[in-house]
């Protein structure tokens, strides 16, 4: 079935460092799936933060990219400079067909 | 943004008894889901529903389980009987259009022990 695969956590990263948390993903009845990061702050639901639906293309929102690899089959997000408030877990997730496959998530602290 | 509500937060309850998780979905959303995280595991898709019905499901989502949504209030999932297995967080989502159009909006899970 449909998997993915991403950055075992927890992360931590100190105030103003880069970022990458790795995302890999296998489709199994289309080639190009919707590709997608949610992010859960602490006591909220779950956010979307940005979503890509065309290889090739690269997705960004509060500073986070993320560009959808159809060669690697990946969809790696980075920030280029984290903040304290950026602490919380993402998920990188794909749609298709009629559900959401989610990867484990991966818990990012941010040291101040 | 538009938020969906998740009623309650934590719920204990003894194997075999009923349990009903509510979801208050984003006012004007017309599709419904709900999903299933273990412990330490990915959140997994066990249901969708619209116009009154289930659209999809998964072999997660077992006889045991059923979802309705009366007089367009609440969307619940209910567990009758439940058991040890089904000690999970589930978390409810909203759409306005299929989730293949559009962003699912979550609530922040119910955390459900089955003891």
């Known amino acids: 079935g449909d998997s993915v695969t991403q950055t075992e956590g927890p992360v931590t990263v100190s105030e103003s460092e880069s970022l990458i948390i790795n995302c890999t993903y296998s489709?199994?009845?289309?080639?190009?799936?919707?590709l997608f990061w949610y992010v859960r702050y602490p006591g909220e639901g779950l956010q979307l933060l940005l979503k890509v639906i065309t290889a090739g293309q690269k997705g960004s929102s509060r500073g986070f990219e993320a560009t959808y690899n159809k060669e690697t089959t990946s969809f790696h997000l980075q920030k280029a400079s984290v903040q304290e408030s950026d602490s919380a877990v993402y998920y990188c997730a794909l749609y298709m067909g009629y559900k959401l496959t989610f990867g484990t998530g991966t818990s990012l602290l941010v040291d101040p | 943004g538009p938020k969906v509500l998740q009623i309650p937060s934590h719920q204990i309850i003894d194997m075999g008894q009923m349990v009903t998780l509510n979801c208050d979905p984003v006012s004007n959303h017309l599709y419904f889901y709900w999903y299933k995280q273990i412990l330490g595991q990915q959140m997994e898709f066990l249901v969708n529903?619209?116009?009154?019905?289930?659209?999809?499901k998964s072999k997660l989502f077992k006889d045991q389980f059923s979802v309705e949504r009366p007089d367009g209030s609440y969307f619940t999932l209910k567990i009758q009987p439940t058991a040890l297995e089904d000690s999970a967080v589930y978390f409810c989502a909203s759409s306005l259009a299929p989730a293949s159009q559009d962003t699912q909006y979550f609530g922040p899970g119910t955390r459900l022990l089955v003891l």
């Open positions: 529903f619209y116009n009154g019905k289930v659209m999809e």
């Open positions: 489709a199994t009845s289309i080639a190009y799936p919707n």
